[in-house]
Structures are given as C-alpha cells and as structure tokens.
C-alpha cells in the first residue's frame, strides 16, 4: 500500500493566509479469512484541494476551499470516481455577538458499466449568537439543505437550530444544542467504513436526522479538563450493513457470496448515548485524552424491522497518549475498544469485543525532515470487523516528511 501526502501553507499578507493539499493512495484490500480469500480489491485515490482564509481579531473570519477527486475502483472490473467541492465560512463580530454563515456544494461522479451517474448536495446556513447576562450564551439560526442524484432522487428541506452556553464559573459550563440535519453519504465515503460493500450500492444515501445534544464540562485545573455530555438522535433513511443477495459481476452465484454487503435503507432508528472525556497534562511534556461511549440504537415502532442495529457496538473507548521528551522525538500511542456488537438483524448472532493498539514514533532531523514509524494492532489481536472477515495482525509502516 502507498499513501502520499502535501501539504503547504503561505502568509501573503498579515492575516491573510493560503493553503493548499494533496493526497495520493494506493490501497490493496484483501479478504482476510473468508471463502474468497483468494481475491482482493485495489482502490488508487488522488484528491487535492486549496483555498484561502483571512482572519482580523475580534472582526472577522472568513475561508474559501475548493478541491477535487478522481479514483479507480477495481473488483470484477473498474468502477471510476471523481468529483469536486467547495465550502466557505464568514464570521463576523459585532461587539459581544457573533453572526455566522456557511455554504456547502460537492457533486460526485462515478461510472460502472459505461454508464455515469452523479449526486449533487448543497447546505447553506446562518446563526446568530447574543451574549446575554456576561455568563449566557444564546445562538439561534437555520440551515437549508438541497440533494439530486442521478436516479431522480431529490429533497430540500429547511431546519431551525438554537443552542445555548452557560457559565456556571466554579462550577464548570453548560452546553445544549438542538441541530437537525439532512445528511447526503456517498459511495465513496461508505466504502472508507465498509471496503467490501457491493459496487452495485446506488451512489448516494440521504438522510433525516434530529439530533439533540447537551452536557457539562468543567477545567479542574489547568492539567485536568472533564467533559460528560448526552446524545439523542432520531434518524429516517438510516442505512445498515447486510449480507448481499447480490452476485458480483462477472460471477455466476449459485448461493449468496459469503461477507458482500450492501447497505440497505429505509429504517427509522433511534439512538441515545452518553459519554464521558477527560484531557489530562500531568507533567509538561505528557498529553492523555480518555473518550468512554455507551450507546443504545434501536430501530422505532413504526420501523419494518425491530431490534439492534446490526454493527453498531453498545460501548466504544478511545485512548491517545503523546509524549515528548525532547530532541525532536515524538512518541504516540492510540487504542480503541469496540464492545459487542450483533451481525444480524434478529440480534441471535454477537462479534466478540476487542482493543487495537497503535503505537507511532516520530523525529524531526530539522526544520524541513521529519520521519516516522508507526505499528498498527500491536497486541497482534484476531478480531472481526466485519463477519467472516478475519482483519490483518501486526502491521508496520514508515514515511519521511519534507517541508520546504
């Protein structure tokens, strides 16, 4: 596999910064552990963007991105992606209150069997926020969302949003947020989580979701900062993986192939969850964060299918350590635990639970060199992210970083 990335940045004048990324890949996926283990999937993915950003304290804010994609997707014969964005954010000051717009655009392409279909999403939004009483932050605002894809699937929708923040000084700060959404997903980013979903998919999935959220937070100290929030989200067209019934092409399939999935619609789901993150700096040069997740996503009364959402795990962790003791040396370590989780949609059948652990050393040579190595799964743990797919063990890597 090979993963090239540039980056630069560039202060044309004093406050007025530009910027411009590239990054090329070239990935082999291979079905680990199943009953085509013989085969594997190839994705070479080039996606570049750049823009602009001008900020005067206390005045305004302002940024310009623009990018594009192209990609080849091979598995049983090539499937072709490309596409472009372009977002930008203003944010104005006005003595103690804030006014807020953004604007989204992307369209995607892709082309299988000689044929190219397209998505194009669009959001645009505004929010206002007032500084009331010294300690209370209120903001108020809407957002308009506008989808078409090629299969003649269309929707625009506008949705209030409102949230406040609530200096309780000693006692830490409250936060609420009320933000419906529509959320467009596309292919390409589906086959980031799920790299063995059929290419037959439909290029895009949009969906509805009412999310609430709120919670406390509260620096300690100036080395101890504790955060506990709660989700609760309401989701119409919400997508799950599911084994496909679908015959890749060029096959002749005289039974389902075993670990294909697609992704299937149609669902309305609720989800509640509450977490709890501490940030902690117990000694200069040490850095921690400690994420916990506990979940609960179920499909509504009124879904066509009951129970949990297959894939989804009940508890999730994260943990990231940094530490640097000097001379240019970085040394990372990451984990991520993932609780149980069913692979069906009758909830008989359980994933066992896992922890993956990376750990990444990085040394900067001088101002302009930088190199790295990094071990991916260190504990070399036997776990399934997907069912029937045994995932790789100990993976190594290195990379050198130039900045001119």
Sequence with gaps: NTNIFVSGRK??????????DGNFKNLDYKFYGSDISSQKRTRIFLEGNGGIEFKKLNKINFSLNTGAKIGNLKDYGKVKESGFFVN??????????????EVVFKKDYLNRDNKTENLQYFNGGIGLSFLL???????????????????????SKFYPNAGFNLNLKKAGELFFNFNPRISSTSLSTMLQNNKYLVYN??????DERICINGGWRK?????????????????????IYRLSDRCPEGESC????????EKYYNSKVNATEFKCSVYFNPVQYLF???????????FATDSNIKGNVPYIPDVEGDILMIFYP??????RFDGTFMGKRYFDLNNMAELKQFFIGNFCINKKINKNLEFSVSFYNIFNQKYYYWDGYLEPDLISAGGIKYYW
Excluded: M, Q
């Design 219 to 239: 620096t300690v100290s100036r080395n101890l900062t504790i955060e506990l929030s709660g989700n609760y989200r309401t989701i119409e067209n919400f997508g």
């Design 133 to 155: 009483l010294k300690d209370f932050l209120f903001r108020f605002g809407g957002n308009f969302y506008s989808y078409k894809n090629s299969d003649a699937t269309t929707g």
């Design 201 to 206: 998919t439909p290029i895009s999935f949009e």
């Design 254 to 261: 005289i039974i389902s192939p075993r670990g294909r999935w």
């Design 288 to 298: 921690l964060w400690f994420t916990t997740l506990y979940r609960k996503i179920d």
């Design 11 to 20: 202060e044309i004048s004093e406050g007025l910064i530009s910027h411009i």
């Design 88 to 101: 930008s954010e203003l944010k104005g000051y006005l003595g103690k209150h804030i006014i807020k717009g």
């Design 326 to 331: 000097g001379r240019g040396w970085e040394i």
